[in-house]
């Protein structure tokens, strides 16, 4: 993923962007944001602090991936967009805003394996998404199993400081749990 990194000048005068495989510059900005909080409010919102840090990377990869696609570098903008699938896979409609931009980027490229491929995850991300099977690191493209766990680049590990599948899934069970016991106790 580290393979190209560029200079280029956003629309409307803003300052030069750094364009890399995944944006560093984000990474520090969430580490420091993120610690200090943390420290003055204390977990809960050193947790919530970090899900918004993350999602403030996958918007920031996504306007990148745009800005890559306007100027016809389209293997940096897939960079950028698995940057974001990766990012934003925990959050379902981020996942599938990930899937879209790329389904559309296979058919500026006639990339018909690319298209198939993401025809099939954005179909398939909601039932996964229900059971709260997320693959961590998965890149998201047809070039790699949609289940596949993979390593979490070292630029993006910052995001995934204390995250773990497994209470995602234990949280999820509660939930779908209490949701079923109030059904059966309320409306049953």
């Known amino acids: 993923m580290a393979e190209a990194k560029k200079q280029v000048y956003g629309a409307g ?10 944006d560093e510059l984000v990474q520090i900005d969430a580490r420091a944001k993120g610690e ?5 409010y204390g977990v809960f919102w050193k947790v919530y602090v970090m899900a918004l840090n993350v999602k403030a990377a996958f918007r ?9 696609e306007e100027k ?16 934003g896979q925990r959050w379902y409609l981020a996942h599938m805003e ?12 006639s990339d018909a394996k690319e298209v198939r491929g993401q025809i099939v995850r ?8 229900m059971v709260g099977w997320t693959p961590v690191g998965n890149t998201g493209g047809a070039n790699v199993s949609p289940t596949l766990p993979m390593p979490i680049p ?3 590990q910052p995001y995934f400081k204390g995250y773990s599948l497994r209470k995602g ?17 309320f409306w049953y």
């Open 36 to 40: 200090e909080v943390g420290i003055h």
């Open 98 to 109: 990930s899937h879209y931009r790329m389904f559309r980027l296979a058919l500026k490229q």
């Open 122 to 129: 954005l179909i398939g991300a909601g039932p996964f998404h």
């Open 72 to 87: 016809g570098d389209f293997a940096l903008a897939k960079t950028h967009l698995e940057c974001a699938h990766i990012l």
């Open 154 to 156: 070292a630029e993006l």
């Open 169 to 185: 899934l234990i949280m999820r069970g509660i939930l779908v749990a209490s949701l079923v016991a109030a059904y059966f106790l």
């Open 60 to 68: 920031r990869e996504m306007d990148n991936a745009r800005l890559a």
């Open 13 to 22: 005068g803003r300052e030069p962007h750094k364009f890399g495989a995944c």
